[in-house]
């Protein structure tokens, strides 16, 4: 005993704590399908799903037979038994009509054709007069969609036993927009960098791009243009092409066709050409030769995304021609392949508009019914650029002979980029659910999109992906509640924020209620806290120069529609950029209910006032504050609620592992750094104008204007 | 009964398969402590590990208790039980004298002082009459080597029954070289991005810092420097030295100390002078305020690495100083703190040298004493630049006043970059086992390096990191190897190749003596079969432009000697590069042995004929070929080789898991493809000057010069 001293009984604990051998990085995303925690409801599962029959050797059914297995084993244990016949309680029967003789026998002949070539039925059905579940379709990647669906309601503790559910997609192209580059840089990207390996494709393709195609099937995604619309034409070129074709290769089983931007310069770059106008005859030839090498290697290519004349980049009005002109010469090529044209309405003129706000509608509304028809005019949820909030765009039921494509952002641009916690199906809700008053009452954003308005053969909803290298995908681990809602959404976009956030949290953590409660308030109030604490009350454009990482509201050099002085006008006499009458009249661009809304100041939206109004630092708010008075209010409210958020994390430390609350911990903290640092940049920059004091119950910055002022950060990501 | 009809039977067969929850996915490097599989040999261990004694809490004894709870726990299944003294069989006792009061009372100070400040003892001792093991050493950072190594026995099998270690490092600054740039792209990477996500730092550190810093503390590097060595003076402002002294926060506990590279304009660039010339007073005050700065946050920073008047970067001769001149300026600022100055030989004037191979000697020998004793001078392996083979560089031996620190490549500029299979140790066996005559036979280059050759207090090796973002760390599963064998030969330059591979195979993969076999082999092999399908026979930097991807010995527009002609000096005459006196005279830069032996066509190593002489095509070679046959000879053999890797790589399959299996696969046939790309375009363009054929019993190149000389690859990694 002589060499024990001290020690031992400190040591004892030391060893207690038990690690587990992986930590949970998030790399599973939605799809970890750990074990059903709740006892009973696993023997419920299992009880039901005592055997499964599912036939079929399609690329598409192998692939939802992986995952069938993989979410079963995990989640209940063990994987059942396989039967060639239902003769007992207990069977989950999959399959097409094509693939599954049992299938075909039931003769579902009317509700499967409601579900159409994606959708499927999950219903509780007596087979032999055993209880039987099934999962049916009329596509193999119907049955594909039909899986993960019956694994959600398993990971999200559903009730099984009166099940009967049909589903069908609203939007036909349902498309993420990757805006990377040849060299795997991202823009806006803020999660590593670009997925795409270009360098060691198409020999060598990674585990992930598998796991990529899952995660987006998983949510009914069912395209990706895989580079950035700033477009690059080497891209287009054979060696590219061959790589394209491989990734291709990879996500076809899961229903995911490949879309690339197409450089309306490319004729001239890769093609030897001198021109790349759209009327010359030997470009239509090149682009159709060019189309034809594209469908040789992809047969089920989807077709171009573009990008034109729009801050700098090439495009038809170069020649003098139309966007239509621009779009019609790809239109015709893509077409006999059953190609589209995805052609994006977000333009940037070479001259600086009165009101950038209005420029899109301009250029677009007149070309209305000059699109071929397949055609879309993608157009992005407001009029300026991803901003916090914004009013839904004109355009929107501004152009009925037209199918107008929807595009969101998913990456956080202009929403605290990599760390901050903003979840985003509000803002995708808060649009779709905009009415548009086109066809009277009722004529909302969304019905334009998904066709419905005006009964358009095809409709789309694109979403500008956040998706990267990071381990995680996203950086932040609640982003990818954002990649989840805008695929749910695109889907079906009458599902609710709430819901749609509930689901991910169930399958993304855990189904303890302890944990949801707290985790979807965050979640449903944090977009409205980060508008708070970066543009409240409708101001827009205000943040840094170029990499647009934190607050600028004094960028007021360079050309006046990307400077932040041009969007909030704020001077002695007020704040704010008038649209009204009087002002730059962008509100005429709205049907003239929502013109006269948004115009008036009694029935605009205090969300938008200064968005549409010009107003004096003493106008008289709704809370009966000066309009200075509520602006202070609402950033402190806005820097005040990341610090509730940070509360609310707290509370649930423990209820999941620790990596993954470490890294919200830590990300909490900074957005709450930040979020101080927007309220006072931008409070102490435009008291230098209201010469109004900060009411003395809110603490005074810490900083001076001219700190902030500062700060340079070079090397921000997603440049 | 009905609905069953076929596909029953096919289907059973399919969910057989059974797949592990967690991919391999090579995260886990050296350390993956799977279960032992050799039950005999559990049971040994076990018997020989039934409790631990392991107290202190320090930050390192932590993390070394962290690491072998983690260690024993995979190997053995379960941690062993904690005990306070050693009263039977089988105790495992760890510490310092001061840490542990049973190693204090062994009395092992004789064999302690030995072991020196990062050395330890592994020895098997009977205590108190029982049978234990101990790890006991001087410091905590040798108790954390000491676990490492007690692990890896573990891990690679070996026998603990009368084992007796005693460790100590043989160099004492062991570094890693960043080439990382702050916008996350590397130079030279092949392996992704930057693993420092700079701009979250310093509020959030990754995991993965851990785990960077656990790997490279197993193999006893000691240092890392962040930054390229194509500087940029930003890291040095307030805003990056805080991130850094994070990074530094979570590598301390490891041995870790971080070091930067130093711009020199720094005080120019972001210190608002007006010169950065070293004996400026002004200037010298800068450093000194900053340095001072840097170890207010960073109380162990290491120091300062320099590329000084080299490509293009800012250095003391643009003031007409020397190089001494410029190092001391550092050296001076950061000696107060114990910091040292490693001061790069890899020089290219601004004039064109007429051998760029003399540059270095002929520019810092006239140095030699100058530099002050907290300087090292970092000199590459060989005279030109990382080629797949070089002689060893002329200055080791030739600045006995001066400690050399040698540089080694881990990352594969010119070794196939990220996708090609080529264990470097044989390169750095090779060099440093290199006899420099400096102080007569027996003056090898690893004598130089470690400083026993002229007795410094000081000595160094840096090896140029080949880590990045992907997953499993370096891209190409074997390229780990390249990082794990330059932390070995570090610590210990005396290990065979063989022994490291053997060590790193077992830990990496499995102890399946039917998979080491091969596998060693391979690798053993490979950096030969490398060179052969490259540059075979002294040929050197010949690849591509600017990536230096492929070859590219056709290229000759711009500086002389950034081309491939100026190296291989092909004619029709003949072929190499004149190094002897009636050519550039490099020769006599080495000791007289030497450059008798190199400048002598009769001695001269084949492997370096080419370096060293111009020849005629017809010139007969040791195989009786002419050098034309021999040349054809080489580059089909290597390419030829490669397949023989394939079959080798074909015959383990199913020994370990699929994922490695299958990307090691997958990359050996690019390496397959570019071998042949390699050995066709340089016969086809070295023909046009040979004007002989290719012998009739080698298949014909497939595609043309002209062909390959069109390739471009404007967006390959590492640029």
């Given amino acids: 005993m002589k060499y024990f001293r001290s020690s031992g009984l400190i040591l004892l604990g030391l060893f207690l704590v038990c690690k587990p051998l992986f930590a949970e990085d998030g790399y599973r995303l939605w799809l970890r399908y750990e074990p059903i925690q709740d006892a009973q409801q696993k023997q419920r599962y299992q009880s039901m799903l005592q055997s499964v029959h599912f036939p079929g050797n399609s690329p598409t059914l192998k692939v939802a037979r992986d995952e069938l297995r993989r979410g079963l084993s995990g989640l209940l244990g063990a994987f059942p038994s396989l039967t060639r016949s239902v003769t007992s309680d207990g069977v989950l029967v999959i ?39 099934i999962i049916a379709a009329n596509s193999d990647i119907g049955v594909l969609y039909g899986v993960f669906h019956f694994l959600r309601l398993l990971q999200t503790g559903r009730a099984l036993s009166g099940i009967a559910i049909a589903e069908s997609p609203r939007i036909r192209y349902r498309l993420l927009n990757h805006w990377d580059n040849l060299d795997r840089t991202v823009e806006r990207g803020y999660a590593g960098f670009s997925l795409w390996d270009w360098h060691k494709l198409p020999d060598y393709t990674k585990p992930r ?30 060696q590219y092409l061959k790589k394209v074709a491989a990734l291709a290769d990879v996500f076809r089983p899961y229903g995911i066709r490949v879309y690339l931007t197409a450089r309306f310069s490319a004729p001239v770059e890769i093609g030897g050409l001198e021109t790349a106008d759209p009327l010359e005859p030997a470009v239509v030839d090149w682009w159709k030769q060019k189309v034809g090498e594209i469908y040789r290697d992809i ?15 090439p495009g038809p009005q170069d020649y003098h021609r139309t966007h239509a002109d621009g779009a019609n010469l790809l239109a015709n090529a893509l077409e ?92 995708y809700k808060e649009t779709l659910s905009s009415d548009t008053y086109a066809k009277g009452k009722g004529s909302y954003v969304a019905q334009v999109v998904d066709g419905s308005l005006e009964h358009h053969r095809i409709s789309g909803i694109a979403g500008v992906s956040n998706i990267g290298t990071d381990r995680n995908w996203t950086s932040h681990p609640f982003a990818q509640a954002n990649w989840y809602a805008f695929g749910r959404l695109a889907w079906d976009h009458t599902l609710s924020s709430a819901a749609i956030a509930d689901e991910w949290i169930r399958m ?54 990307w400077t932040a002085v041009y969007y909030h006008r704020a001077d002695t006499a007020g704040i704010g950029f008038d649209r009204t009458e009087s002002g730059s009249n962008a509100v005429s661009q709205y049907y003239p209910p929502v013109a006269q809304k948004f115009g008036d100041l009694e029935t605009c939206p205090e969300k938008f006032l200064l968005w549409f109004h010009h107003l004096p630092w003493d106008y008289t708010t709704h809370s009966g504050r000066t309009l200075w008075n509520e602006l202070v209010h609402r950033y402190y409210q806005g820097a005040d609620s990341v610090a509730w958020m940070q509360e609310k994390w707290a509370s649930v430390k423990g209820m999941i592992d620790k990596q993954r609350y470490d890294k919200v911990k830590a990300f909490l903290k900074i957005q709450h750094q930040e979020a101080v640092w927007w309220r006072n940049a931008c409070l102490l920059y435009f008291q230098t104008y209201s010469r109004r004091p900060i009411p003395e119950d809110y603490p005074p910055p810490d900083q001076s204007l001219e700190y902030y002022r500062t700060l340079k950060f070079k090397y921000a990501p997603g440049q």
């Fill in 209 to 238: 791009y598998t796991d990529y195609a899952r995660a987006n099937a998983s949510i009914g995604i069912n395209g990706t243009v895989l580079t950035n619309v700033n477009a690059n034409a080497d891209v287009l070129t054979p």
């Fill in 95 to 133: 399959g097409t009509p094509a693939s599954s003789n049992i299938i075909s026998a039931l003769h579902l002949d009317e509700n499967l054709q409601a579900a159409g070539k994606e959708g499927y039925l999950i219903q509780r059905l007596d087979i032999n007069g055993k209880s039987a579940l």
């Fill in 508 to 561: 993304t953590f855990t189904n303890d209620e302890a944990f949801i409660r707290p985790v979807k308030e965050m979640m449903l109030t944090s977009r409205a806290i980060a508008v708070n604490y970066m543009t409240p009350l409708g101001l827009h454009h205000i943040m840094g120069r170029g990499h647009h990482y934190g607050p600028a509201p004094w960028v007021s050099q360079g050309r006046p529609d």
């Fill in 299 to 313: 047969p089920d290519f989807g077709g171009f995304l573009v990008k034109a004349n729009s801050e700098g980049q």
């Fill in 336 to 427: 006999p392949h059953g190609g589209i044209v995805m052609w994006r309405a977000f333009v940037y003129s070479s001259d600086v508009p009165e009101d950038r706000a209005k420029q899109a509608y301009n250029e677009f509304t007149p070309l209305d019914g000059r699109f071929r028809d397949n055609v879309l005019v993608q157009v992005k949820n407001g009029p300026i650029d991803f901003q916090p909030r914004e009013p839904f765009h004109p355009l929107f039921g501004a152009m009925p002979h037209t199918p107008l494509m929807m595009e969101f952002q998913i990456t956080q641009e202009y929403l605290g980029q990599g760390t901050h916690l903003v979840y985003l199906a509000p803002l």
